[in-house]
């Protein structure tokens, strides 16, 4: 599998094996664990690698399944890099990892993140989630202008 940063496929594995993870089932289990609470179907391992494989010589052109937009947010928080230089490499001065960023882009960024890194936090988050599907539309809608006032 290639390892550099010349594609997207590339970036993905670069990036996973920095952020600790050897193999692609280790990594898989925990992505599946974060989509499972967004109530995002899992992924398999042979759809993921071949997603490390996009944009490399070794691309399937036949694949069918691409990432939901969600794995993105879960794949950058689980491997530290931002979105930017996963889509588009290190050009023009990206930024790579998600700690290296100016301050003020690391607070939202770190608010967003917590929910993914907290097992706690997925758990509650799931239990709202749960609860809140239950709810009336217009129990929903106040709910959610009740969540913007903090």
Same mark, same amino acid.
């Given at each position: 599998?290639?390892?550099?940063?010349?594609?997207?496929?590339?970036?993905?594995?670069?990036?996973?094996?920095?952020?600790?993870?050897?193999?692609?089932?280790?990594? $898989?289990? /925990?992505?599946?664990?974060?989509?499972? $609470?967004?109530?995002?179907?899992?992924?398999?391992?042979?759809?993921?690698?071949?997603?490390?494989?996009?944009?490399?010589?070794?691309? /399937?052109?036949?694949?069918?399944?691409?990432?939901?937009?969600?794995?993105?947010?879960?794949?950058?928080?689980?491997?530290? @890099?931002?979105?930017?230089?996963?889509?588009?490499?290190? @050009?023009?001065?990206?930024?790579?990892?998600?700690?290296?960023?100016?301050?003020?882009?690391?607070? @939202?960024? /770190?608010?967003?993140?917590?929910?993914?890194?907290?097992?706690?936090?997925?758990?509650?988050?799931?239990?709202?989630?749960?609860?809140?599907?239950?709810?009336?539309?217009?129990?929903?809608?106040?709910?959610?202008?009740?969540?913007?006032?903090?």
């Amino acid at each position: 599998m290639a390892r550099d940063d010349k594609t997207i496929g590339g970036r993905m594995v670069l990036a996973r094996t920095e952020a600790g993870y050897r193999s692609a089932e280790a990594f $898989v289990a /925990d992505v599946n664990q974060h989509l499972d $609470v967004q109530g995002i179907p899992a992924i398999s391992v042979s759809t993921y690698r071949k997603w490390e494989k996009i944009g490399t010589p070794f691309e /399937d052109t036949r694949m069918t399944a691409y990432p939901h937009p969600v794995f993105y947010s879960v794949f950058c928080g689980l491997t530290g @890099v931002t979105g930017h230089w996963l889509w588009y490499g290190a @050009v023009n001065g990206i930024v790579k990892h998600i700690s290296q960023l100016p301050p003020a882009n690391r607070k @939202v960024i /770190d608010q967003q993140l917590a929910s993914i890194s907290c097992p706690r936090k997925l758990g509650l988050i799931e239990e709202f989630t749960r609860v809140v599907s239950k709810y009336t539309h217009r129990q929903q809608e106040a709910l959610r202008a009740f969540l913007r006032l903090f």
